[in-house]
């Protein structure tokens, strides 16, 4: 049974830094993509950042140039590098293992944890 297990969520100033972790256990992880998703207080739950098996990478154009995803396939640990945060990025973040490689959702998902960005 594959469990996905999120942390390094909080409450940061505008402008910090957060990084999230999402520990895989019981899947393939280094032949799945991984992918963070987040989900505002009254939004559709969105694609936010992805990295594939081959380490390709995809974001989305409200992250782009602040948020890094990255993987580690011997700890089977996905990252989300959070820079630069604003207060539009409070959301919860789930992390996400994706065995079609789309990004559209399909796959095994984390618990999420909570991301809030303000003063």
């Known amino acids: 049974q594959v469990q996905l297990v999120e942390s390094g969520g909080g409450l940061v100033q505008p402008g910090g830094s957060l990084r999230l972790s999402c520990a895989a256990s019981?899947?393939?992880?280094?032949?799945?993509?991984a992918a963070w998703y987040r989900q505002a207080p009254g939004k559709e739950r969105e694609f936010v950042a992805g990295?594939?098996?081959?380490?390709?990478?995809s974001y989305s154009d409200s992250v782009k140039g602040r948020f890094t995803i990255s993987r580690d396939d011997t700890k089977e640990t996905v990252y989300l590098q959070m820079n630069s945060l604003k207060p539009e990025d409070t959301a919860v973040y789930y992390c996400?293992?994706?065995?079609?490689?789309?990004?559209?959702?399909?796959?095994?998902w984390g618990q999420g944890t909570q991301v809030t960005v303000s003063s």
């Open positions: 996400n293992l994706d065995p079609i490689q789309t990004f559209r959702g399909s796959g095994y």
């Open positions: 019981g899947s393939e992880f280094t032949i799945f993509a």
């Open positions: 990295v594939t098996s081959r380490n390709r990478r």
